[in-house]
């Protein structure tokens, strides 16, 4: 990996964690200093996520973290509810059974040591490997490179809004989803996925209005 790219997946990484939160400053002389490179693969860096609308760089000021707003959450579920659907149904026929059952399992049955906010970052990694995974299998390379954009965006949306409490709604939903899967029922995984995407929209923005958890009776 070269030095570019080291810098930006680092930054990213502490972008989407929400190690540094939306509007904080980042300092590229500080990044220098950690990252032990030159001023010119932070910067290359800072511009690639630029693009990808993670940071805004404000020329001889600085760059900060994008702001997470109502019109973000919008944009990125208005994109998800419009795709992934379709990418999902083109890629369910070639997907692993054996994979998707371990992963429902994951799911159901979580590390009885996990509790609290590490229960809920292993949530969402099976959250976002299962979403992941039955999109990349979609023949379509634009859609992939728009989705995988979004899945950034995604991520960074739930670390930083999900809470321990809406697990249950959100468990019981990509289970219903990974059986729609594993039965082949594409009308059921069409309906299934539309529903969890909707119902994931509202308790993101709920979260960003209210500071509290939706939970759903499903």
Known sequence: MGKTDYAYEYIKGKIISGEYPPLSDISEDTLQKELEVSRTPVREAILRLEKEDLVHVY???????????????ED??????LIEPAMVLSSMHQ????????????????PKDLEGEKLRRYLIDQD?????KITMGCPNRYLI??????????LR????????????????????LIDA?????RRQVETLLKEHLEH??????????????VKWNV
């Open 157 to 176: 949306l739930r670390i930083i809004s999900s809470h321990p409490t809406e697990g249950e709604g959100s468990v019981e939903e990509h289970v219903a």
């Open 59 to 73: 020329p001889r000021k600085g760059t900060i973290v994008s702001a997470i707003t109502l019109d973000l959450i």
């Open 181 to 185: 899967l594993l039965d082949n029922n």
């Open 95 to 110: 997907l692993d059974r054996e994979w998707l059952t371990g992963v429902r399992e994951k799911i159901l049955n979580p």
């Open 76 to 81: 990125v579920y208005g994109v998800r509810e």
């Open 200 to 213: 994931s929209k509202v308790r993101t923005i709920q979260h960003f209005r209210y500071r509290e958890p």
């Open 145 to 154: 490179r728009l989705m995988n954009t979004i899945i950034d965006q995604n």
């Open 128 to 132: 976002t490997e299962l979403h992941a």
